[in-house]
């Protein structure tokens, strides 16, 4: 008997102080941004062996995600999930999905809001 195994590891609120934005005081003077990585692919493999190779390296993750927040300024966390997110598909070959939200604490509206998020999923084909 076959059996199709759907699993993810899930990295959350991975936060980062960046220089993301429209607006050119925001490049300037930064701002607290939160990321959640879900990343899917089948580790039953991994599960049932207890064997750390035949998984996602998280420490890896969470560099790849640090490199993207803190070395390049972008206009618009939309972009900043995309570019993650195929990185991530790029970078790890056992990542079959992955979805990311990308969120920027008190966003420059004109009131009150906790944050803004952009969510953004790509899978291989």
Known sequence: MTHCAHSCVRLVNIVFY????????????????????ELSFDFTDAAQNDDITKTVDY?????????????KK????????????NDLLRDFPIIQKAAIKVRKRNPPVDGIC?????????ARH
Do not use: M, N, P, W
């Not at 005081?25 to 990585?37: F, L, N, P, R, S």
């Not at 420490?59 to 070395?71: D, H, W």
């Open 18 to 37: 960046a220089h993301h934005g429209v607006l050119k005081e925001e490049h300037t003077v930064g701002a607290k941004y939160e990321v959640d990585a």
């Open 59 to 71: 420490g890896a993750v969470y560099k790849k995600i640090r490199s993207v927040l803190t070395l």
């Open 74 to 85: 972008f206009f618009l966390i939309e972009a900043v999930a995309c570019q993650i997110a």
């Open 114 to 122: 906790d944050y803004a998020e952009a969510d953004y999923s790509i």
